[in-house]
Each structure stands twice: as structure tokens, then as C-alpha cells.
């Protein structure tokens, strides 16, 4: 059976639900965090050692103002509120993307959380906010060329935002959307992906352990036979 050490998840179909349930996009996003405590629990019970959620992309900046000031307060209540709880539970945050674009109060609240629990290790929890793989590629080939080191595959891994962190085995879009949308494009070069039809605030336990046992069945070639 195939061994699960990181999960990476593309949380699509908040606004979606928000608006098929409660006439709000921000409410979809408000019941999403449901799923996401959820996730982070099940992931905890079965000895799964890194997540990455795909909480805010570089490209959705486009969105309107008053729901990205929302996504961001919902982010900083959920750091505040649950941050001993994380504690508690075991969890190291880390946060993946371009920082220092995100509002102040944020970006504080972002180096508080991390230094809280940068000595947790039963699960690291990766938030990718205003992350953008393409800018990550970009970013990481100009620190190569100013440490004036070779262009290579390690030393391209090692300059990226996920540095020292395993690349993802398994990767689950919800939503019922079939595409990337520019995540993690390099560390997803060989692994499994699973397209959900249903909206991350309808995504369940069940949902998440079907995948999960699936997964570890997949005959796992890496271009070998």
C-alpha cells in the first residue's frame, strides 16, 4: 500500500455553495473552514505528516474588494481564535507565498503564528496565501542566479517556497473543476490526482478517506513499468 506523508488540496466551490445555500459567497467561505477543521483532524488520525490548502491564489486579486477583505479577516479570526488549539494540538503552520504583498496586520499576525508553533511536529500545516507557482519558479531561478549557483533541479527545489517540505502524493481538487490553477506546478510533477464533484463545504470525512484508500491501492510507476 502506498504511504500518504502530504496532502495538497485545492478548496475549491466556497462562493458557490455561499450563494446555492445563503445568497453569500462570504458565508460559503465562513462553512468552509467546517471542512478544513475536518481535514486537519483526519489528517492528524491517520499519521499524515503535511497538508497544503490552497487558501488564496495570486490570481484572485481580481475578486471583489469587500470578499477579499472578508477571506482576510476570516483568516486572522481563525488565527487568533484557533492558535492554542493548533498548540494543543500538535500543529506547525506555515505559510507559502508572496507575504509581504498581504496587508500588515496579517503579515504580523502570519510571523506570530509560525513562531508559536514552529516546534510542533505531528502535523505541519502549509497555507498557501497569495501563492502562485509560476512567481514561485520565477522567484526561485533569480535567488539561484544571485547566489551565482548552478542551475539545477536540487538547487531549483531548494530556493522554492516549499523548501525542506516532501512533495505532495496525493493532491484533491474539490468543485467539480478539472485544472491546477497554477498550484504548486512543480511539486505536482508525479503526483496522483483526485477531481472531487462536490463543494469543499460539502466535502466529508467519508469523502476524504475514500480517496485516501484508493490512493494507497494506485500501482505507482514513476515512469518504470
Known amino acids: 500500500m502506498n504511504p500518504v506523508n502530504h496532502v495538497a488540496i485545492i478548496m475549491d466551490g466556497n462562493g458557490r455553495w455561499g450563494i446555492k445555500h445563503k445568497q453569500s459567497r462570504n458565508a460559503g467561505h465562513k462553512v468552509g473552514l467546517n471542512t478544513v477543521q475536518m481535514v486537519i483532524n483526519q489528517c492528524i488520525n491517520q499519521k499524515i505528516k503535511y497538508l497544503t490548502l490552497y487558501t488564496f491564489s495570486s490570481e484572485n486579486w481580481k475578486r471583489p474588494k469587500n470578499e477579499i477583505i472578508f477571506l482576510f479577516n476570516l483568516l486572522e479570526n481563525f488565527l487568533r481564535k484557533k492558535i492554542n488549539k493548533l498548540i494543543k494540538s500538535d500543529i506547525k503552520l506555515k505559510f507559502i507565498g508572496e507575504l509581504n504583498k498581504l496587508p500588515i496586520k496579517l503579515q504580523t499576525l502570519i510571523r506570530l503564528s509560525e513562531k508559536k508553533t514552529k516546534n510542533n511536529n505531528s502535523l505541519q500545516v502549509n497555507i498557501a496565501l497569495n501563492y502562485g507557482s509560476k512567481n514561485e519558479l520565477i522567484n526561485s531561478i533569480k535567488m539561484i542566479k544571485l547566489k551565482k549557483i548552478l542551475l539545477n533541479e536540487v538547487n531549483i527545489d531548494n530556493n522554492l517556497y516549499t523548501k525542506n517540505i516532501p512533495n505532495p502524493e496525493l493532491l484533491i481538487r474539490t468543485g467539480n473543476t ?42 505507482r510507476n514513476f515512469g518504470s513499468i
Not at 498550484?183 to 469523502?207: G, N, R, V
Open 178 to 219: 478539472q485544472r491546477l490553477s497554477n498550484f504548486l506546478l512543480w511539486q505536482l510533477a508525479y503526483t496522483e490526482i483526485f477531481f472531487e464533484k462536490k463543494l469543499w463545504p460539502d466535502f466529508s470525512d467519508k469523502d476524504f478517506k475514500r480517496i485516501l484508500n484508493k490512493f494507497k491501492n494506485i500501482k
